[in-house]
């Protein structure tokens, strides 16, 4: 009898945790919950039957990472002997991306090792394990191989190493490398091809401390799922990682482009956005009057001729209500076939727009980016010839097919295309603010995350590098210039990190304007991250309001006539001797004063601290955005400001 009961128990324990969380994670019905929550040492349960999502190069050249003026060179620095641990759905070993010429044995602090069956690691990757328990049953044994591409994507992103002469579809792309290409890798298979079980990621994170990693990547998320950041397992995690001195990079989620739809927004995590590049693969809309709009598509057709047919923009109601979407059971052939569709992105995905299209006999198709977030577009994958233009372009075409009783329209095939307008804030990524701590800032940062050419296993398609995009992507282009910054300054803190990075980021695009839909968070300035100003130290303090958290931005919610006073600690990191003026950016509505306005540093790793006082003016918008820069001679250190009612 004992025996039975002790089998039975283990056969319904999944993990036991005593690192990140002290507990377990088991198989339990409700009455067995709440009988166990009676116990005096009982803390809390939650409950795992929500799996996580996946949040599905050129970036080394566009972050200014490689060339002779590049940040590779300048320092010698390309993340060399930092271990980068990515929590994802497995890695393709053998691929090129993971080759290991040149690279020296793993720190002698790494203690994890490689679960394959067949396939043995090497000095670029350097472990490999599967967590898959809380799956299937069949789960249980599976070795860490990608069968999805996301992780080897995320993987190859962060670390992966040099490969050139890279194509996509007979398109030439040049050389492929990670952020950090000479970091070692260690990979974590979290994620079946079915889903991620919170247990299976929360035993990744600990693991991933445990072995030695020094960054970790996390491009995964769960859309209200916790309430309290006590009962979001990732925020569990990544607050135990931290305090090993572990940094952790995670996604931001593809929510977006509504307000409060951000994931993993606890202020110890840094929290990313997806942006654009200046790389696109071109596919330009020329109308019948002439006119010309660039805009994107990966399929890159070589038998179209670019003759002009007819255009049509199809609009409906009642059960037709969304042609304009091309929604499924709206269109026919007698209204698109042999034409070119206009579409308007929104209710279904732009794949199934495409094929909605292509069933009704239309010979191409155009898709309109949603005027709330009308600065990006993607060069997604479509089985037609098509465009993806942006919400400006496309009400200028909507006004030409009204203005003619025979719109028609053509699409140029150009290729690849650099120095694009860019970076732009991508539709689909979540917005703040956060649900738990709306005076705090996020996304924290913003990265490339749109069309990302990466390693991929060759799986239905004969390729091995692909395009993907999401805030899944932009993670591990920063989990890669952490890596770098920890090769730089082995010795800061994850907070170091975090402050470094968003300090010095970038509000504006290559061709001098504002980041489209920039809403406090900044894309990435890796030269300014190594050569950074003092970065803002997260101190062990006692319950505070979230608005006086040590962070490096600064955010306050404020009535009519109300007035707060924002402190911030700083720590300086350069050379000694330097002098700093404040610079403001005020929001609308509000007053704002800094004391002092001047800082002056007289040694390394001093600290002062400075306070930011605001007041609301009268009645202003909801939220207003601003900005503190610190300038000294040879560095700006920016902070955003959100000011709300």
Known sequence: MISTVAEDADSRLVYSYNKVVNGFAAKLSDDEVQAMEKHPLFIRAIPADKPYKLTTTHSPDFLHLRGSNGLWKKTKNMGEGIIVGILDTGVTPGHPSFHDTGMPPPPKKWKGHCDFNKTVCNNKLIGAKSFLKAGAEELKHVPPNDVLGHGTHTASTAVGASVKNVSFLGIPMGEASGIAPRAHLAVYKVCSDISCEVPDVVKGIEAAVNDGCDVISISLGLSGAFTGYYNDPIALGGFYAILKGVFISTCAGNEGPNPSTILNDAPWLLTVAASTTDRQIRSTVKLGNELEFNGQTLYQPKTWNSTMLPLVYPAGSGPKANASKCVNGTLDNKQVGGKIVLCDLGVNHPLEKVMVVSEAGAAGIILVTQEDNPGSTNDNILPLPASHITYADGVKIKDYIRSTKQPAATLIFKGLVFNTSSPAIAAFSSRGPGNESALIIKPDIAGPGVSILAGVPALKLPIIFNFFSGTSMATPHLSGIAAIIKKEHPNWSPAAIRSAIMTTADTTGIDGKQIVDYTGYKDIDVNAIIYPAPPVQCAKVKAIPEEQLNYPSIAASLQKND???????????????????????????????????????????????????????????????????????????????????
């Open 563 to 645: 007035t707060v006073t924002i402190n911030r600690t700083v720590t300086y990191v350069g050379e000694a001797h330097a002098k700093y003026e404040a610079v403001m950016s005020v929001p609308k509505g509000t007053s704002m004063e800094v004391v002092p306005s001047t800082l002056i540093f007289k040694s390394l790793n001093e600290k002062q601290t400075f306070m930011v006082i605001f007041k609301r003016l009268g009645e202003g918008p909801k939220l207003t955005m601003g900005e503190l820069k610190w300038v000294s001679s040879k560095h700006v250190v920016r902070s955003p400001i959100a000011i709300s009612t």
